[in-house]
């Protein structure tokens, strides 16, 4: 059986950061690592879910929202995935950040967090959003502009 393309890499080398994963045709997947792989330091359900509902939201309604295809978490709890059409990985960093420092701004619950409009509502906290979200956003300022990751 054909090894899926995120198993090609070597998850030793890879450090917190936003690495372009595969690129097919006008989709690219991005690989927004915010825990190093197999070091211990993993999320928990309750941070991954929260983070997922802020950036989603602030992604899907901000600039590059109609070219996001699927925003959503690493089952590793090490990171999520973003995948856009047709746009330039800068673009989609600078959207990123915003998208961050939006989290970090929100002055109120977790989108999404009632009974209607999420599957397990109860697991969704603000501030461990907001916790992730800084530590990653720290990481991003210094982005130099490589998405390949390291040989």
Do not use: W
Request: hydrophobic share 40%; glycine share 8%; aromatic share 10%.
């Amino acid at each position: 059986m054909k090894r899926i393309a995120s198993f090609s890499v070597d998850h030793n080398k890879i450090g917190v950061g936003m690495y372009i994963s595969r690129v097919d045709a006008d989709i690219t997947s991005f690989d927004l690592r915010t825990r190093i792989p197999n070091a211990g330091n993993y999320m928990d359900t309750v941070t991954m879910h929260s983070v997922e509902h802020m950036l989603a939201t602030f992604l899907r309604n901000g600039e590059i929202g109609e070219k996001v295809i699927y925003f959503g978490p690493m089952g590793c709890r090490t990171g999520f995935y973003l995948l856009t059409r047709d746009l330039p990985p800068q673009q989609v960093l600078e959207a990123l950040k915003k998208a961050l420092a939006q989290t970090l701004a929100h002055d109120g619950e977790v989108f999404g967090a009632s009974r209607q409009e999420c599957g397990n509502y109860k697991e969704l906290d603000i501030t461990a959003a907001k916790n992730e979200c800084a530590a990653y956003l720290a990481v991003l300022e210094n982005h130099k502009g490589d998405f390949s990751y390291a040989d």
